[in-house]
């Protein structure tokens, strides 16, 4: 007995011995080496484009800085110059106004396109392709085909099709009430198709038993899309808005390609004058305040998205 | 292609023995310094300017020319120089082939006069070159040698960026500059780039169009007066006089701004001067062409490069303009490319108060952190010499500033005579030089609003003056602190 319970304290103080070395740091390190090794390349692509560009735009923002000469702080300066830069409010209510016009538009468009292609009909591999193709092509080609539609004459593609069904033309990148919607058609045309592929994946994962249930219940079609495919397609739902707006924040290459931001600022947005301001005017501690401002906005947005739509991480 | 002419076995003896002479009179000497060098070229091809002429113009092709001027230099070139390092070039696509055409064969050339240099050339695209040159050096990894262009130098200048040339290229080369282009490469009395093509825009005029509406074919335009008739004779027949851009700070400001007796800033860069008489007249210029439909309106909006790299018609090649869009020498082989029934002439530049126009100028600069000076210096010295200007000119199309690179500047008739008619006029000054970029994003938004009828003239040049003003006393301010 003695004997057993000496042992047994012995075992239990090698046991105690043992669970103290695997808490060591070195021995975990040791032993999930391999692990960090993995993920090294993740880490160290974080650190360096992500980690450390926050940090010097941080530090950047607090200092004045043409990219070429010395950096002096300047404080909160580039902060307070903000409030009263007339462009840069209107950069941000261009921004606004195009994501009210872009985010649901492009979500319902894609959806009604995704249900479209979703037929098991001949040749709908070919009509997807096809609306995904816009996704794929060079702004500068996209920015060519509609520069194209858009002539502001009565002999412009869109204007002669308006003119078809009596409605007068339009100068459509020049007046300034209807530069950004002409740019935000533009914008739902080439990206629809991406939002497209999202929404065909969301409907191609409701399972069919749902449907054949509803349809024993006598649901007709529009009662199956009601309360089962859009119910079903509510995380997707959600990660297209989210995304969508993400995206709408950032806009820059219609802008840059068609109008320079005119005509009198009114299709400059955020990101378009964060980089007139970068590489146009060489204020670079400006400009960075400006992102980060931008950044801000886009985290707002998200958390009252995620608030107001339900977003958890169960939803994916 | 070629006349059909061939160079005479005589002849190749006569350059040889020139050329071989003066090497073993420079063999005899010390090693020559790359300065030396090229005053031996100089020298010879003074010495035998009817041989070298004769080569040139039997010789069409580009190709040939430099197969020839390489006889030449080949004789004469002297023993490898010592310097060494490997010189880091950034330079812009010109051509459709820039490095087959350009470069591959200048650098062959180059290897032969200095072996132990090594050229490490990156030949960026257009698109973005701000952002790149600017963001490689703050990080440090700019080249030693870029090509760039006049609207940078207050950037440059303003950040003690670019080396002072005026001691490293001799000042018979300075004198050799055609025209009135020094004032734009100065900064505070220190020459930062040196000029390797000439810019020079213009128009040209469609023969059959002046036909048809009423002009006589052989009389282009030359007074303002005579373009506002142009633009009204034009559109009553259903064309578009020329293409207008309100974002084309130099061609559509600049230019018709100095025509009409103005300046943008005053010379000690501490005035905005948009609301004179002069700038008054030029909006309203500018106005005119949008309002009366004599250039298409699409041209209100849009960046410059951007939306003429997207414009969806090409009026003057699709025979719709009386007058061409602005453009470099190489619009008149790209017409004759793409519209080969065109018959055009040339429009001499414009004149109003003045007849005068913006020239220009894309440059080499030398960095000053370079890692191998001396060897940029080797590499800059050797390139602006005639022969590499007069053989880029040829290929590029663009004229060769300095004034004895023109004889072998093989371009064609067409381009060569664009260049010709408006060199007199070329001009620069702070316009051309300062507050570019910053001139033309905060004065843009307000020509467009006087264009599309926003804004009366007057309001739009009074808010595009107090705009600017700030942007250069801002300027001025951080100057005098620093």
């Known amino acids: 007995m003695v004997m057993h319970g000496v042992s047994t304290q012995r075992w239990h103080l090698a046991g105690r011995r043992e669970t103290a070395h695997r808490r060591s740091l070195g021995y975990r390190l040791r032993k999930s080496a391999s692990w960090y090794l993995f993920i090294a390349p993740n880490v160290l692509t974080f650190l360096v484009f992500t980690l450390f560009s926050w940090v010097f735009l941080i530090y950047l923002s607090l200092h004045d800085w043409n990219l070429l000469g010395a950096k002096q702080f300047v404080g909160v300066q580039n902060y307070t110059r903000m409030l009263s830069d007339k462009i840069l409010a209107k950069a941000l209510a261009n921004t606004f106004a195009y994501i009210l016009m872009f985010v649901v538009p492009v979500a319902c468009v894609s959806l009604g396109l995704a249900t479209l292609v979703n037929t098991r009909l001949r040749g709908m591999y070919l009509f997807r392709a096809l609306f995904y193709l816009p996704v794929v092509t060079s702004i500068a080609v996209i920015a060519i085909i509609w520069r194209f539609i858009l002539i502001p004459r009565p002999d412009g593609i869109l204007n002669y099709f308006l003119r078809q069904v009596g409605i007068a033309p339009k100068e459509w990148l020049l007046d300034p009430h209807l530069a950004m919607p002409s740019i935000t058609m533009m914008q739902i045309w080439s990206t629809m198709g991406y939002y497209m592929v999202l929404w065909l994946a969301g409907l191609q994962s409701v399972p069919e038993e749902l449907y054949e249930a509803a349809r024993i219940d006598g649901a007709g079609r529009w009662a199956l899309f009601r309360y089962v495919t859009v119910p079903m397609l509510r995380p997707t739902t959600i990660f297209i808005v989210m995304i969508a707006t993400i995206g709408a924040f950032q806009m820059f290459g219609p802008p840059y390609m068609l109008t320079g931001g005119g005509p009198m600022y009114a299709t400059t947005t955020m990101v378009y004058y964060i980089w007139q301001l970068a590489f146009g005017r060489y204020l670079m501690g400006y400009a960075s305040a400006s992102s980060i401002v931008l950044f801000v906005l886009i985290l707002i947005a998200s958390l009252i998205q995620r608030k107001y739509m339900g977003w958890s991480e169960s939803l994916f | 292609m070629a006349s059909g002419k061939r160079i005479t076995r005589r002849q190749v003896l006569r350059i040889a023995g020139a050329a071989g002479g003066t090497a073993a009179l420079a063999a005899c000497g010390a090693t020559p310094t790359p300065q030396v060098v090229e005053k031996v070229v100089t020298q010879i091809v003074a010495a035998t300017p009817e041989v070298v002429k004769e080569t040139v113009v039997v010789q069409q092709t580009v190709e040939k020319v430099v197969q020839q001027t390489v006889v030449v230099e080949k004789a004469v070139t002297p023993a490898p120089s010592d310097i060494s390092g490997?010189?880091?070039?950034?330079?812009?696509?010109?051509?459709?082939?820039?490095?087959?055409?350009?470069?591959?064969?200048?650098?062959?050339?180059?290897?032969?006069?200095?072996?132990?240099?090594?050229?490490?050339?990156?030949?960026?695209?257009?698109?973005?070159?701000?952002?790149?040159?600017?963001?490689?050096?703050?990080?440090?990894?700019?080249?030693?040698?870029?090509?760039?262009?006049?609207?940078?130098?207050?950037?440059?200048?303003?950040?003690?960026?670019?080396?002072?040339?005026?001691?490293?290229?001799?000042?018979?080369?300075?004198?050799?500059?055609?025209?009135?282009?020094?004032?734009?490469?100065?900064?505070?009395?220190?020459?930062?780039?040196?000029?390797?093509?000439?810019?020079?825009?213009?128009?040209?005029?469609?023969?059959?169009?002046?036909?048809?509406?009423?002009?006589?074919?052989?009389?282009?335009?030359?007074?303002?007066?005579?373009?506002?008739?142009?633009?009204?004779?034009?559109?009553?027949?259903?064309?578009?006089?020329?293409?207008?851009?309100?974002?084309?700070?130099?061609?559509?400001?600049?230019?018709?701004?100095?025509?009409?007796?103005?300046?943008?800033?005053?010379?000690?860069?501490?005035?905005?001067?948009?609301?004179?008489?002069?700038?008054?007249?030029?909006?309203?210029?500018?106005v005119d062409l949008f309002q009366n439909g004599w250039v298409p309106k699409e041209g209100a909006v849009g960046t410059e490069q951007e939306a003429s790299a997207v414009a969806p018609t090409n009026y003057w090649i699709t025979g719709k303009q009386t007058l061409s869009d602005v453009g470099n020498p190489n619009i008149t082989t790209n017409t004759r490319a793409q519209a080969k029934d065109l018959e055009f002439g040339f429009v001499p530049v414009w004149k109003n108060k003045r007849q005068t126009q913006l020239g220009g100028a894309g440059c080499w600069g030398m960095f000053k952190n370079s890692k191998a000076p001396k060897a940029a210096e080797a590499w800059l010295l050797w390139m602006i010499a005639p022969e590499q200007q007069g053989f880029y000119g040829s290929v590029t199309k663009f004229a060769p500033p300095r004034k004895s690179a023109w004889q072998y500047w093989a371009a064609e008739a067409d381009p060569k005579k664009f260049v010709e008619i408006r060199l007199q006029y070329l001009e620069m000054n702070q316009d051309s030089s300062y507050f570019w970029q910053e001139g033309k994003i905060t004065c843009a938004p307000q020509f467009q609003a006087a264009v599309l009828g926003m804004k009366t003239v007057d309001q739009a040049l009074s808010d595009a003056q107090t705009d600017l003003q700030k942007i250069v006393d801002d300027w001025n301010a951080k100057r005098k602190k620093s």
């Open chain 2, 86 to 286: 490997q010189v880091r070039l950034w330079v812009f696509p010109m051509t459709d082939n820039d490095q087959d055409t350009i470069w591959t064969p200048l650098n062959n050339r180059f290897k032969q006069a200095y072996p132990k240099i090594e050229v490490s050339l990156e030949l960026l695209p257009w698109a973005g070159r701000r952002e790149k040159m600017l963001t490689a050096y703050a990080a440090g990894q700019q080249p030693d040698i870029a090509y760039v262009n006049t609207d940078t130098l207050s950037l440059f200048g303003t950040n003690d960026v670019l080396a002072p040339l005026d001691d490293v290229i001799p000042s018979e080369v300075w004198d050799d500059l055609q025209g009135n282009l020094q004032a734009g490469l100065m900064w505070e009395g220190k020459r930062l780039m040196f000029p390797t093509l000439l810019i020079g825009t213009g128009y040209l005029y469609n023969k059959k169009l002046f036909s048809e509406i009423g002009w006589d074919p052989e009389k282009p335009p030359l007074t303002w007066d005579d373009i506002r008739k142009l633009g009204a004779d034009s559109k009553a027949k259903g064309y578009f006089m020329t293409s207008w851009n309100t974002t084309n700070w130099g061609d559509n400001w600049i230019t018709p701004l100095w025509q009409a007796g103005g300046n943008v800033y005053s010379k000690d860069l501490t005035k905005v001067q948009l609301t004179s008489d002069a700038a008054h007249e030029t909006l309203q210029f500018m």
